[in-house]
């Protein structure tokens, strides 16, 4: 049990994650009397255990002016966030030249440093320009984006929490909240936690991929009619999907993982439709693939794609671990795939604490907006670790601006038919 918990809170904010220290870090630096609960500790949910990816690479153009925003805050302070801005390079087949040459004309539209590549040939030569072994056939087109990168997960978190106190805010761990009490007009009065109940005047509530209980506590639906672009109705659709994240870990000196210039490698994305084998030359999957990856203190850590879970999903004990059988031998064959370096890595393969579970929106896109009259939630659908640049947002609003990089993300959206555009990739975050 906590030491202390105020009997009275101006604004609460529930979950130290990225959303939930950020916004406490700028409201505290408004001025405003802020105190973040959350019920395990700084870290504990998907920000400490991600990837760590930043980048901007996103076919809809709210989501892509959001995240330049977002690199902007990182970059603010690299080494308390531990961020290292490599940069980020998109692969793909094809298929995906349409879309990575549309968000290379936004990016340029906005401001955004990255450049393209098209062609075999012309994707090849930049890849070896960075990387004298790189080697991946049949790529026809690359976006690389020259700002970006990635931070690592847990120390960033703390980093931002002590930025968030240093400013004032409080934050205290080992407190569940587990209801609330609203009045006539749907207004939380008191929230309910497991260190007693406090009085609150505003509340955001940012619990990841605990969404579904919080959401169910503030009375939502978790059900709901989407009206489409082209004004359809598709009717009763389930509010949350989880998906696991399949993300593991080979252990290699990361002074190994670096370009030709001695730089550390940027992100790399790589969504191929060549065969895949592994270094022995066994088929691992003749159908299109993709992975991610990046270096990590002692190794390079990624992905690959994600698996659908379904609608329901229990998030304690939160999940970890990867949990398709087949993941480490494709990651790791695809890795070697596309960099020499890399060949013989299955061995070195790490099964750490890493992957996990994200809940995903009814569109796949994040809902930030006042849910109850004062209650404003941040459900990321899982985009979000990048997205550190949200809760300066939500500091905005709760000061009664307006924020033109959220409004795209208004649940009302649903209703009205404003979705996202989508795009033809395999992944349901691009
Ligand atoms: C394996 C994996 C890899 C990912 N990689 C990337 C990536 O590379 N780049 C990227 O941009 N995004 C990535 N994501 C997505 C990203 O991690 C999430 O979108 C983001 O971290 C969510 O942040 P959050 O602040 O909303 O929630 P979280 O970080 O999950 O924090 C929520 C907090 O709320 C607390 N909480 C929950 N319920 C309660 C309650 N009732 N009372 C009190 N506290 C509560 C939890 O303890 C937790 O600490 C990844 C996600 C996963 C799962």
């Known amino acids: 049990m906590p030491d202390r918990l105020p009997s009275s809170i101006p604004v609460l904010v529930i979950g130290a994650g990225v959303h939930g220290l950020s916004t406490a870090w700028h409201l505290a630096k408004q001025g405003r009397t802020v105190t973040v609960v959350d019920k395990t500790g700084v870290g504990a949910g998907a920000s400490g255990i991600a990837c760590g990816v930043v980048r901007n690479n996103y076919f809809q153009p709210a989501m892509s002016e959001l995240m330049a925003a977002c690199v902007e805050v990182w970059e603010s302070d690299p080494k308390a966030l531990h961020y290292h801005g490599t940069g980020y390079v998109a692969l793909g087949p094809p298929s995906q030249e349409a879309d990575l040459i549309e968000v290379y004309e936004r990016q340029q539209r906005i401001g955004y440093p990255s450049e393209l590549h098209v062609g075999e040939e012309q994707v090849t030569s930049h890849m070896r320009s960075l990387f004298g072994d790189w080697r991946a056939p049949g ?234 009259p004062n209650v404003f939630v941040a459900a990321d659908s899982n985009h979000g670790y990048k997205m550190i640049a949200v809760g300066r947002e939500i500091a905005r609003v709760l000061e009664g601006e307006h924020s033109s990089l959220l409004h795209p993300f208004r649940y009302e959206r649903f209703q009205t038919g404003d979705l996202h555009p989508v795009s033809h990739s395999p992944y349901p975050w691009s």
């Open 139 to 372: 790529l026809t087109v690359c976006l690389h984006e020259r700002a970006g990168g990635y931070a690592f997960n847990r120390e960033s978190m703390l980093g931002l929490a002590d930025k968030a106190r240093a400013a004032g805010a409080d934050i205290v761990t080992g407190v569940e909240v587990t209801g609330f009490d609203m009045d006539a007009a749907g207004a939380v009065e008191r929230v309910r936690t497991s260190a007693g109940t406090v009085e609150v005047d505003q509340v955001v509530v940012a619990v990841g991929p605990w969404i579904a209980s919080l959401w169910e506590m503030l009375g939502l639906p978790d059900r709901l009619d989407v009206r489409q672009p082209d004004g359809e109705l598709a009717a009763d659709q389930p509010m949350w999907t989880y998906w696991y994240l399949q993300e593991g870990e080979i252990g290699f000196d990361p002074a190994r993982f670096i370009t030709d210039d001695g730089l550390p490698s940027p992100v790399l994305h790589v969504d191929s439709d060549q065969p895949l084998r592994d270094d022995s030359g066994r088929l691992i999957t003749s159908e299109p693939w993709g992975v991610y990856f990046k270096p990590d203190r002692e190794g390079v850590q990624g992905g690959a794609q994600p698996l659908r879970v379904g609608h329901e999903f229990d998030v304690d004990p939160y999940p970890t671990g990867t949990v398709d059988l087949e993941f480490p031998d494709m990651w790791s064959a695809a890795l070697s795939h596309c960099l020499e370096r890399f060949e013989g890595c299955r061995s070195a393969y790490r099964q750490v604490r890493s992957g996990g579970v994200g809940a995903f929106t009814v569109d796949n896109f994040p809902v930030f907006d006042y849910m109850r």
